[in-house]
C-alpha cells in the first residue's frame, strides 16, 4: 500500500515540474517575440504590416526631410512618407470601373445637353452650382467636339470637393475640331484655384493635330493650374491623351496624381510636371506629383526639344512606367518659360521605370538647381536611345540600374549603388503592354 502511495505522489511531482518548465517556455517565448516585434516595429514598420512587396504595392516615397536635403542618400528604406492615400490599387491599366446610375441626382449626363464643349460646360456648371459636393459628371459613349479657339475650352474654376469627371472608357472621347486653327493658347479642360479630390477618369482626350500647324508650347490638353500650397489634390486615371499639337497634360501644382494613362504622340510633351506658385519649401502638407502606370510614348516629334515627361520645381516620383520612343526621354529643370525658380530644386525619384529607344537623350538636366536630389531604383535604360544619360547638375543615387549606353557625368555627385552598364533586363520593370490606359 506504502509502495502504491509513493507512486503516486511521484506521479504528481512530475507533472506538476513538467507544467512548470512548460509555463517559463512559453513565458520566455513570448518575451523574445515581443522584443522582436518591438524591434521591427522601430525600424521597419512598412515590412510588418504589408503584404510582401511586388510591382503593384511596392511604396516608394522618401520623407520630405530626405527630399530637400543634400546629404548622401542611404540604404534606410524610411516608410513615413506620404503613401497613406497609396493608389496601387489602380494597378495593371485595368483604372477605374464603376457603372454610373444616371438617375441618381448628385449625377449630372453630358449628353442632356449636347455633345460639344458647350454642352460639357453647361454640365459641369450645373454639377459644380446645383449639386456641389460629390457631383459626377457622366460622358455617355459618343464623341465631343472642341473648338480650337484662343482660351481654355472647357474651365473648372475652384470646383466643390469630390467632384469626379467619368466616361465609358475608349467609346467616350473628347476631341478637336477640324476647324479654326489657332497656333497659340488654346487648351482643351483647364482646372484652376484649387481642388480637393476631383478625379477624371475612363476616356480619350484627342487633340486631332493632323493637317495642323500649331505651337507645341502653348497647347495643351490638359491644365492644372495653381491653388492654395498643400489643399488640394486630383486623380487623372485611366485616359488617353493623344495626337495634340502641343502638350498632352501639364500641372503646376502639387497634389496631382496621373495613373494608368497612354500619354502618345503629343507634338509637345507628353507630360510637363512641376510647380508655379506654390513654393514646395513653404508648404508642410505638400504632397508630390504621381505618375504610375503610364505609357509615355511618341511624344515630341513634330518641332523638336520636347520629352516624354519634362519635370520642374517640386518633388515628384515616376512608378511603373514605360517611356519609349520619343524625341527625348525624361528631363528635370529649375526653369522654365512660365518661371524662373531656380532657387527651387527639384526632388524626385523614377522607380521601376524603362526607358528605351528615344532619339535623343534618355534623360538629362537642364538649368538646374544643384540642391535637388534624383533618384533612379530598379530602372533599365536601353537600348535604342540616341544617346547615354547625362547627369549634370544634381546629386544622383543609382540604385539597381541597367544602363544600355552607359552615362555622361558633368560632375562628381553620383552614389552608385548597384549599376550596370551593358545589356540586361530586369524581372520587376514593366514592358509597355504592362502599363496604361486600356492597356492600349
Known sequence: ?????????????????????????????????????????????????????????????????????????????????????????????????????????????????????????????????????????????????????????????????????IGDGQETELRYSNENQNDNNHWMLTVSGGAEGFEMHNMV??????????????????????????????LFNNLILEENSGTGITTRTHGVKITNCAVRNNGGHGIN?????????????????????????GNGRDKGGHYGIDHAYGDFEIVDTVIEDNEQGAKTSSVGSWHDHSDWAPNGIHKRTRIINNDINPYQSTNANEDGILRFEDVVVGPGNGESMRLTQHEYVLDNVILHQGYRLGGDRVTEKDVKIGEGDLENVPNADEVGAFLQ
Open 1 to 165: 500500500m506504502n509502495r502504491i502511495i509513493s507512486l503516486i505522489l511521484a506521479s504528481a511531482v512530475f507533472v506538476f515540474a513538467a507544467s512548470l518548465v512548460m509555463f517559463i517556455g512559453s513565458s520566455s517565448l513570448l518575451a523574445v517575440s515581443d522584443a522582436s516585434s518591438n524591434l521591427m516595429s522601430h525600424d521597419d514598420i512598412s515590412s510588418s504590416e504589408s503584404e510582401p512587396r511586388d510591382k503593384s504595392s511596392e511604396e516608394t516615397s522618401e520623407t520630405d526631410s530626405e527630399s530637400q536635403s543634400g546629404e548622401e542618400a542611404t540604404d534606410t528604406d524610411d516608410s513615413s512618407g506620404d503613401e497613406s492615400d497609396d493608389i496601387s490599387e489602380l494597378d495593371g491599366g485595368d483604372g477605374f470601373s464603376e457603372d454610373v446610375d444616371t438617375a441618381d441626382s448628385s449625377v449630372v449626363d453630358v449628353s442632356e445637353f449636347g455633345n460639344d464643349e458647350n454642352a460639357i460646360q453647361n454640365a459641369i456648371d450645373q454639377a459644380t452650382e446645383e449639386v456641389g459636393e460629390g457631383a459626377t459628371v457622366y460622358f455617355p459613349a459618343g464623341t465631343y467636339t472642341i473648338s480650337r479657339d484662343t482660351g481654355p475650352r472647357i474651365e473648372i474654376d475652384s470646383p466643390p470637393d469630390n467632384l469626379r469627371l
Open 205 to 234: 482626350v484627342n487633340g486631332n493635330k493632323e493637317g495642323f500647324n500649331e505651337d507645341p508650347n502653348t497647347n495643351t490638353l490638359i491644365r492644372i493650374r495653381e491653388g492654395e500650397p498643400g489643399s488640394q489634390s486630383y
Open 273 to 297: 510636371i512641376g510647380t508655379h506658385h506654390d513654393d514646395p519649401y513653404n508648404s508642410e502638407n505638400r504632397e508630390r506629383i504621381k505618375v504610375r502606370n503610364c505609357y509615355v510614348h
